[in-house]
């Protein structure tokens, strides 16, 4: 099959950031993939997607001119002339469809969020059955598919955007004497919680039965000045150092992570500070309590400080404990999204894909 898979950005982070194990996993099946963004926005996505040997088409528009970007992929797919079109996001889903009707082309969709805007919802509750499949990233994902866009099992799968593989590098264990390291991935933007971090942090300078410790955050956005002067006004011990191109490296050298989010879908960042060996505080959002185990880390409700700066001293209490608790993520995750797994069941709904494709010929 020829595939176009059509995302909203090539933003980093986010539904992006899985595309190149995705779409490894179709061209292994001998399908052919070219990736079609509707806008750049900060364009950390492209580099990952180029080193893995994708064709990338992106549109010079912006994220609200849905006409123009209605009109231009039309166009593209009128040149490249695909068998399916896979989505990914509300919107690229919305234009995918229009476009799928428009060419009688089958339209495929990633579900990836588990809490939609109201309107977002609305239209895709609306135009649920222009899409012949719909793919799940996640349980939590899935149920919010069925729950509020209505879609029946019939026309619901399920296929875990984290591929968990071994050969992952794992964090160095905390040593005696030394600053307990705890970090956090992602773009700097309200819906990440890191204000609430930044709240928690300062309860816990006042606590004189912890470790030396520091917090670095791994990301760039819109809420820099605003974390930056948090940071500054309660001389907090934590770093931003923008965005990484590495995130397996800067999970390596880290012994906590923590994932404040207000919510989420799968979140594939907290799930690789397991991988990388690491226990994990995060909130109760998305994927994340299916996961995270008291044995791994722990689970706080969103924009909670005191019960986030409890977790948090918790841990730090005993700095010891960290390596095996991260040992024992790392463990889960092998064994619930293991890279045989994902790409088993990449291949299996591929099939599906190949079949809904005939029906149509």
Same mark, same amino acid.
């Given at each position: 099959?020829?595939?176009?898979?059509?995302?909203?950005?090539?933003?980093? !982070?986010?539904?992006?950031?899985?595309?190149?194990?995705?779409?490894?996993?179709?061209?292994?099946? !001998?399908?052919?993939?070219?990736?079609?963004?509707?806008?750049?926005?900060?364009?950390?996505?492209?580099?990952?997607?180029?080193?893995?040997?994708?064709?990338?088409?992106?549109?010079?528009?912006?994220?609200?001119?849905?006409?123009?970007?209605?009109?231009?992929?039309?166009?593209?797919?009128?040149?490249?002339?695909?068998?399916?079109?896979?989505?990914?996001?509300?919107?690229?889903?919305?234009?995918?469809?229009?476009?799928?009707?428009?060419?009688?082309?089958?339209?495929?969709?990633?579900?990836?969020?588990?809490?939609?805007?109201?309107?977002?919802?609305?239209?895709?509750?609306?135009?649920?059955?222009?899409?012949?499949?719909?793919?799940?990233?996640?349980?939590?994902?899935?149920?919010?598919?069925?729950?509020?866009?209505?879609?029946?099992?019939?026309?619901?799968?399920?296929?875990?955007?984290?591929?968990?593989?071994?050969?992952?590098?794992?964090?160095?264990?905390?040593?005696?004497?030394?600053?307990?390291?705890? !970090?956090?991935?992602?773009?700097?933007?309200?819906?990440?919680?890191?204000?609430?971090?930044?709240?928690?942090?300062?309860?816990?300078?006042?606590?004189?039965?912890?470790?030396?410790?520091?917090?670095?955050?791994?990301?760039?956005?819109?809420?820099?000045?605003?974390?930056?002067?948090?940071?500054?006004?309660?001389?907090?011990?934590?770093?931003?150092?923008?965005?990484?191109?590495?995130?397996?490296?800067?999970?390596?050298?880290?012994?906590?992570?923590?994932?404040?989010?207000?919510?989420?879908?799968?979140?594939?960042?907290?799930?690789?500070?397991?991988?990388?060996?690491?226990?994990?505080?995060?909130?109760?959002?998305?994927?994340?309590?299916?996961?995270?185990?008291?044995?791994?880390?722990?689970?706080?409700?969103?924009?909670?400080?005191?019960?986030?700066?409890?977790?948090?001293?918790?841990?730090?209490?005993?700095?010891?404990?960290?390596?095996?608790?991260?040992?024992?993520?790392?463990?889960?995750?092998?064994?619930?999204?293991?890279?045989?797994?994902?790409?088993?069941?990449?291949?299996?709904?591929?099939?599906?894909?190949?079949?809904?494709?005939?029906?149509?010929?």
């Amino acid at each position: 099959m020829k595939i176009a898979y059509v995302i909203n950005s090539v933003e980093g !982070g986010g539904a992006a950031s899985p595309v190149p194990a995705i779409t490894k996993v179709m061209r292994d099946a !001998g399908h052919h993939v070219e990736v079609f963004a509707l806008t750049r926005r900060d364009g950390l996505a492209i580099e990952p997607m180029h080193n893995a040997g994708l064709t990338l088409h992106i549109r010079p528009g912006t994220r609200k001119d849905h006409g123009p970007a209605l009109r231009w992929l039309n166009g593209q797919m009128r040149a490249y002339k695909p068998d399916v079109i896979w989505t990914s996001l509300s919107r690229a889903t919305l234009l995918g469809q229009i476009v799928g009707q428009w060419r009688h082309i089958p339209v495929v969709s990633w579900q990836h969020s588990a809490r939609l805007k109201p309107f977002n919802a609305y239209l895709l509750r609306r135009f649920k059955n222009k899409t012949a499949l719909w793919v799940a990233d996640s349980s939590c994902v899935a149920e919010q598919t069925r729950n509020t866009l209505g879609v029946t099992a019939k026309h619901l799968v399920e296929w875990p955007i984290f591929r968990a593989d071994a050969d992952f590098p794992t964090a160095t264990p905390w040593q005696p004497g030394t600053t307990v390291r705890i !970090g956090t991935l992602g773009r700097l933007h309200p819906v990440k919680g890191y204000d609430t971090l930044c709240a928690a942090i300062a309860k816990l300078q006042s606590h004189t039965d912890l470790p030396p410790f520091e917090v670095l955050i791994a990301g760039e956005g819109e809420e820099r000045t605003k974390l930056e002067g948090l940071i500054a006004q309660n001389n907090l011990p934590v770093r931003i150092l923008g965005h990484v191109k590495n995130p397996s490296e800067f999970l390596a050298h880290l012994h906590l992570y923590v994932q404040p989010s207000l919510w989420e879908g799968f979140c594939l960042a907290a799930h690789e500070a397991m991988l990388a060996a690491l226990p994990v505080i995060a909130s109760r959002a998305g994927e994340m309590p299916s996961t995270i185990t008291p044995q791994t880390g722990r689970i706080v409700p969103p924009q909670d400080v005191d019960a986030l700066a409890s977790a948090l001293h918790a841990l730090l209490k005993h700095p010891e404990h960290l390596a095996s608790m991260g040992q024992q993520a790392r463990s889960n995750v092998l064994a619930r999204f293991g890279a045989q797994h994902f790409d088993q069941t990449g291949r299996a709904i591929l099939a599906r894909v190949e079949q809904i494709v005939a029906s149509r010929q």
